[in-house]
C-alpha cells in the first residue's frame, strides 16, 4: 500500500505538522563517541512549506552532505499546554532512535538516517547496520488462526532480584535474548550466560507457532514493558542495546527476530498501544493530536467507550485525539483532505510494520481506552488489506485465515467483534471461570457445571468462533485479584500440590473453544518475584532459570506435549463441543466432553475431575463415549499410551486430573 509521507521521506526530511504554523528547523549532526557521546551539529536548515498546507519538507540532496549515518532533531515552537518554548524533537515518523543524544527539555532522543547518494536510507542502525525483511513468508507457512498457540512474552524480561527498593536486575532481555529462545546455537546477549537461553530453544521445545511481544516500538520507559510508546515507527532502543554492544542494533535485530520465527513457522504479533502515547507530537502539534480528557469534559472523545462516565486515562502520556478534524495535507494520499490526523498516523503505523517487518497481527491495549470504534473499524479493515496485499494471488479465505486484530477489553463487549472492530477479543472470563474451577470453585453465582461449560466452549459467552475468542491462565496484567502469576495464584488459595493443579489448568486451556495463549513462564509454573502492583509487576522477572526443578520440567514438558496435540488435531481447530458426562456426587466433580465434528475428523474426548476425590475402585464409567471406529484405538495423550480396549470409557480419575483422549 502507497503511503505518500512515508515515500516522501527517502529522499526529503519531512515534519507533518498540521494545525501548527511556526517554521521547523533541522538541526542535523553527527554522534561522536566517548563517555558520554556528543553531538557534532554540520547543519541547521529551515524546512519549506510543501505544497500542501500543514507538510514542511527539505531535500537531502540539497544539503550536499557525504555518505554516512547522522543524528538530528526538528526544532519547533513546543504546542502542549505546558508551552515549553523552542525546543528540538524527535522526528514522529523516525525508524530508528538514539538515547545516547537527548536534547533538553523533553527527554528528545535524536532521530537517526543514513545519507547514500543524496537518498534517506531510513532502516538504519547508529552504527550504519541496515536490514530488510525480504520477502514475506510463504502463506503455507503461517498456522491457520484456529490452530493458533499464542506465547505472550515480555522482550524485556529481567533477571530475579531481591525484593527493595534499591535493588536491580542484573540484566534485561533483548531482541537477541529472544532469538535465542528459538534457536539453540546462538547464545542470546545479555542472558548468554543462562543455559536455559544459550544452549536450548525453549521456544522451539515448547512448540508455540506464534509470538506475541509486548509493545516492541519504542517506549519512554526504561527496563519496562514497553507501555509507554513514544516513537511508532522505531524498534524499542533498550531491546537493541545488548550489553557489549558499542552501538544499538534494534531495526536489524528485530528484523533477524521475524525472520527466524518465520523460517520456524511461527507467526509475530505485535502489541501496539493507541489509546495513550508519549510521542513527539504531544509537542509538535499537540491539539490536532492530543487531548487532555479532564480539560474537555463535554467532549465525547474524552470519555472511555464501555464506561460511558470514566474519563480515558493517558497513564502518564498524552490521549490520543480521535474525532477532531482538520483540513490539510493527507499523509496517505498526498493530497488535501478532511482529516482526523491521529487516525492517519496510525494508519502510517499499520504500513510500517506490515511491510517492514512482516508481522502477522496486531494485538490492541485497552480498547476502551482508545473509545472510538469507528476508527477501530477503519483500523482492522486496513490492516486486514495491507496483509493481503502481500498475496495478491491467495484466495480470501486463505488470507482472512493467517490474520488477526485483536483487542483487550476486559468487560468482553463481544460487538467489538461483531462490528468487526477487531477479529478477536481477550475472553478475561476464561481466565477467571479456569482458576476458579482449578480450585473447585464455580463463577460468582454460576453452578459449578456452567462455569465449566461456559469455560470450555466460548459460544456460550457469544462467540461465534474459537477464532474470535483468546483464551488464557494469566498475562502480563498480574495486577488484581486473582490475576497474579499461576504459581502465586495457586499459593495465594493454599494449594501446596501445584504440579497436578498447573497441568489441569493447561489440559483445559489446550483443549477448549478458542485460541490458547501462554503468558511467558507459565508454561513451566514460573512465579512473580515482585509485588504484582504498578510499577514492579513491570519488571518482575522471568526466570527461565526455573524450569530446572524436576516438577516445573515436568510441567513445561506436558504443556508442550499437549500443544503439539492442539496444532495436530483437526477436533481442537474446531467449535464442535458436546457434555457427554456430568458426575457431582459423593463431593466428585468430574466432567466430560467431546471436542470435533465426527462426521469429518476423529473426535477427542477429555475427562477432568476438578476435586480432591478419586473414583471409587479400579473403575470408573463414563457415560456416553463415541464409538470407537474398525482398526482404531485410543490414546490417552497426556501419558502418550493406548488405552487397551476394555479399558476404554472406563479409567479411573485421580484427584485434579485431566485426561486427554484421541483415536489413533
Known amino acids: 500500500m502507497q503511503y505518500d509521507l512515508l515515500n516522501r521521506r527517502f529522499t526529503h526530511f519531512v515534519l507533518w505538522q498540521p494545525g501548527a504554523n511556526n517554521l521547523p528547523v533541522l538541526v542535523l549532526g553527527k554522534l561522536i563517541p566517548g563517555n558520554p557521546p556528543t553531538f557534532s551539529q554540520v547543519s541547521k536548515t529551515a524546512l519549506a512549506p510543501a505544497v500542501h498546507p500543514g507538510l514542511w519538507e527539505l531535500e537531502a540532496a540539497t544539503l550536499n552532505m557525504s555518505d554516512g549515518v547522522y543524528h538530528y532533531w526538528f526544532e519547533v515552537d513546543d504546542t502542549s499546554p505546558d508551552g515549553l518554548g523552542t525546543l528540538k524533537c524527535t522526528d514522529p515518523f523516525a525508524y530508528t532512535v538514539d538515547y545516547r543524544l537527548l536534547s533538553e527539555p523533553g527527554y528528545h532522543p535524536a532521530s537517526v538516517v543514513a545519507i547514500s547518494g543524496g537518498r534517506l536510507v531510513l532502516n538504519c542502525d547508529p552504527g550504519g547496520e541496515t536490514a530488510t525483511i525480504g520477502n514475506p513468508p510463504d502463506l503455507d507457512s503461517l498456522s491457520a488462526n484456529n490452530n493458533l498457540v499464542i506465547y505472550e512474552l515480555p522482550a524485556s524480561w529481567s533477571r530475579a532480584g531481591v525484593e527493595g527498593a534499591d535493588s536491580e536486575e542484573r540484566d534485561v532481555g533483548t531482541f537477541s535474548d529472544v532469538i535465542a529462545l528459538f534457536n539453540d546455537r546462538l547464545a542470546g546477549a545479555n542472558f548468554s ?48 542495546f545488548p550489553q557489549g554492544n558499542q552501538s544499538p542494533t534494534a531495526t536489524s535485530d528485530l528484523v533477524k527476530l521475524v525472520q527466524l520465527c518465520h523460517s520456524n513457522g511461527v507467526r509475530f504479533f505485535v502489541d501496539i498501544v493507541m489509546a495513550f502515547g508519549h510521542d513527539p507530537y504531544a509537542r509538535i502539534a499537540f491539539d490536532a493530536f492530543h487531548m487532555k480528557p479532564s480539560r474537555e469534559k463535554d467532549n465525547p472523545d474524552s470519555y472511555q467507550s464501555s464506561r460511558n462516565s470514566e474519563l480515558r486515562d493517558p497513564y502518564g502520556g498524552e490521549s490520543w485525539r480521535y474525532v477532531k478534524q482538520i483540513t490539510c495535507y493527507d499523509p496517505e494520499s498526498g493530497n488535501v483532505s478532511t482529516i482526523t490526523p491521529a487516525w492517519l498516523f496510525h494508519f502510517a503505523y499499520i504500513n510500517r510494520w506490515l511491510n517492514d517487518f512482516h508481522v502477522d ?31 495478491p494471488t491467495a484466495s480470501t479465505s486463505a488470507r482472512d485465515a493467517k490474520f488477526l486484530v485483536i483487542g483487550e477489553e476486559l468487560n468482553v463487549p463481544v460487538g467489538l467483534v461483531t462490528d468487526k472492530c477487531v477479529d478477536a477479543l481477550w475472553n478475561e472470563g476464561f481466565q477467571s471461570r479456569l482458576r476458579a474451577a482449578i480450585i473447585g470453585e464455580s463463577l460468582s453465582d454460576e453452578n459449578f457445571e456452567w462455569t465449566v461449560r461456559r469455560m470450555v466452549d466460548c459460544r456460550n459467552l457469544g462467540f461465534k468462533d474459537g477464532a474470535e475468542s483468546i483464551i488464557y491462565i494469566g498475562t502480563h496484567d498480574t495486577e488484581g485479584m486473582r490475576k497474579e502469576r499461576l504459581y502465586n495464584f495457586l499459593e495465594n488459595c493454599g494449594v501446596y500440590e501445584k504440579e497436578r493443579r498447573a497441568k489441569l489448568a493447561f489440559a483445559c486451556l489446550l483443549t477448549s ?33 526455573r524450569v530446572r526443578d524436576p516438577w516445573r520440567a515436568n510441567v513445561f514438558t506436558y504443556t508442550a506435549n499437549l500443544i503439539d496435540f492442539r496444532k495436530r488435531s483437526p477436533a481442537l481447530g474446531v467449535n464442535d463441543t458436546v457434555f457427554i458426562h456430568l458426575d457431582f456426587e459423593e463431593g466428585r466433580r468430574i466432567l466430560a466432553w467431546v471436542r470435533g465434528d465426527s462426521s469429518k475428523h476423529d473426535p477427542v474426548v477429555v475427562v477432568a ?6 473414583t471409587p475402585g479400579a473403575e470408573y464409567r463414563v457415560h456416553n463415549w463415541p464409538v470407537t471406529p474398525n482398526g482404531k484405538q485410543w490414546r490417552e495423550v497426556t501419558q502418550q499410551r493406548v488405552v487397551p480396549a476394555p479399558w476404554v470409557a472406563r479409567e479411573p480419575m485421580f484427584p485434579w486430573e485431566a485426561k486427554v483422549y484421541e483415536l489413533v
Open 609 to 614: 475431575n476438578f476435586s480432591d476425590h478419586s
Open 193 to 240: 550466560d543462562l543455559p536455559e537461553v544459550s544452549t536450548r530453544a525453549l521456544l522451539s521445545e515448547l512448540g508455540i507457532n506464534a509470538l506475541e511481544l509486548l509493545p516492541p516500538a519504542d517506549t519512554k520507559a526504561r527496563r519496562e514493558w514497553g507501555y509507554a510508546t513514544a516513537h511508532y515507527f522505531a524498534s524499542d532502543y533498550d531491546l537493541g
Open 361 to 391: 497481527g496486531f494485538r490492541i491495549d485497552s480498547v476502551n481506552n482508545i473509545a472510538n470504534w469507528s476508527f477501530l473499524q477503519e483500523f482492522r479493515k486496513r490492516a486486514r488489506g495491507t496483509f493481503s496485499s502481500r498475496y
Open 513 to 545: 473453544v478458542g485460541i490458547p495463549m501462554i503468558f511467558a513462564g507459565d508454561e513451566f509454573c514460573d512465579q512473580q518475584d515482585r509485588k504484582a502492583v504498578h510499577p514492579s509487576k513491570q519488571i518482575d522477572p522471568v526466570d527461565y532459570s
